[in-house]
């Protein structure tokens, strides 16, 4: 596998891991070994991320010189570094780039006062955030004309407090997920694994972990990535989310594909141990059974900062462990909290970020039998 052809690599703070692909792929598993030998000494999988146009989201400074405007980039040590173009991401944002650019230089009103943009794609769709240090509300004509001409499905202007829509806010997407497609929703704001593909690997790979289910409890579901398709194989599901908009998204998502066994509390996974334990009284979940459900499976997919000691003792309680993470220290540490109750039974990587120091893990854990 041959070395990504970029001018800036290597300075590019985005991509630092140098060598050829297979080099990359050796050094992630034997780290992980290092990190997680102690848990697991079977077959590790791991699932390879294309070399080039694979991120779906991207974001980059603007700066400004003379009449000029360039994209640009922390660079590895902190120093700027200009980007010409960008070999990772989505072809679709390699392409409007350019013509994003010329358009605003072209106009004195579009290029003051802005300093950034993000880029976020769905797999025939995108959309283009643009962030000013000045009321976008002043300059609403100009990015409506701007919109029509890059025809694109969104345009997002931000400045502080404000936001502008031009076209469709909502993108729609479709996953390959073992064998059959996923819909979705999404909005610029959405929290979604940057790598298409391989998150398409990572949910069919979630799916076939699944056998026996007869209940789901999801803890930190976003906007429903791993919840839809898992909900196919479990009788009921109940995916808690704190985030009143990826709750909305959620809902949507579960509608258009049919998932009708979802119920979604938006709460954090702290609230639901508490009302799970009766401690305290929701009314968010109102209407909701909590007695009645026989969760066979639990998933958390949490943040960097890993599950805290409630979600651990909670998710202890049940037979099957579906543990998502993007960072194999924290992972390490609630593996060895969950050692005296469950084993790993597999592991696997997903290289959701090539060419950086960052792996995504799927642990599956089983409960033991005393």
């Given amino acids: 596998m041959k070395k990504i052809d970029c001018a800036v690599f290597g300075a590019c703070a985005s991509c630092v891991l140098g060598g050829e692909y297979g080099e990359q792929k050796t050094l992630k598993i034997e780290r992980t070994k290092e990190l997680l030998g102690e848990f697991y000494a079977g077959e590790i999988e791991f699932f390879e991320s294309e070399q080039t146009h694979f991120r779906s989201r991207a974001e980059f400074g603007l700066f400004h010189e003379g009449e000029s405007i360039r994209y640009v980039m922390r ?10 173009k960008c070999a990772i991401v989505d072809d679709k944002i390699a392409a409007l780039m350019p013509c994003l650019k010329s358009a605003l230089e072209a106009s004195e009103e579009l290029k003051f006062k802005i300093f950034g943009c993000e880029f976020v794609t769905t797999k025939r769709e995108i959309c283009a955030v643009l962030l000013y240090h000045r009321d976008v509300e002043q300059i609403k004509s100009p990015l409506a004309a701007l919109h029509a001409k890059l025809g694109i499905n969104c345009l997002v202007a931000r400045s502080r407090g ?18 059959g497609e996923i819909r979705y929703v999404l909005s610029e704001t959405s929290f979604i694994q940057p790598n298409r593909g391989v998150n398409e ?10 056998s026996g289910g007869r209940d789901l409890l999801e803890l930190y579901c976003g906007h429903g990535n791993f919840t839809i398709p898992l ?9 808690t989310e704190i985030n009143k908009s990826s709750i909305v998204k959620a809902l949507e998502n579960a509608r258009i ?24 009284e929701f009314h968010r979940l109102e209407g909701i059974n909590l007695p009645g459900y026989d969760f066979s499976h639990v ?20 037979e099957n462990i579906i543990y998502v993470s993007c960072s ?15 084993e790993v039974r597999s592991l696997a990587l997903f290289d959701q970020f090539a060419h ?15």
């Fill in 257 to 280: 594909n049919g998932a009708n066994n979802i119920r979604f509390a938006r709460m954090s996974a702290e609230e639901f141990v508490s009302a799970l334990k009766g401690e305290r």
């Fill in 162 to 179: 404000k936001k502008l829509v031009f076209g469709e806010e909502l993108l729609r997407e479709e996953l390959a997920v073992d064998g």
């Fill in 299 to 318: 998933l958390v997919d949490p943040p960097r900062a890993g599950c805290d000691e409630t979600v651990l003792n909670l998710i202890r309680n049940y």
């Fill in 201 to 210: 690997k990572m949910l069919s790979y979630a799916v076939r972990a699944v």
């Fill in 75 to 84: 660079g590895a040590n902190g120093e700027r570094v200009f980007i010409e």
């Fill in 231 to 239: 909900s196919f194989k479990f009788e009921n599901v109940l995916a």
């Fill in 328 to 342: 194999q220290e924290t992972l390490a540490r609630d593996l060895a909290a969950l050692a005296s109750t469950h």
């Fill in 356 to 370: 950086t120091n960052h792996i995504e893990t799927i642990a599956v854990l089983l409960k033991i039998s005393r």
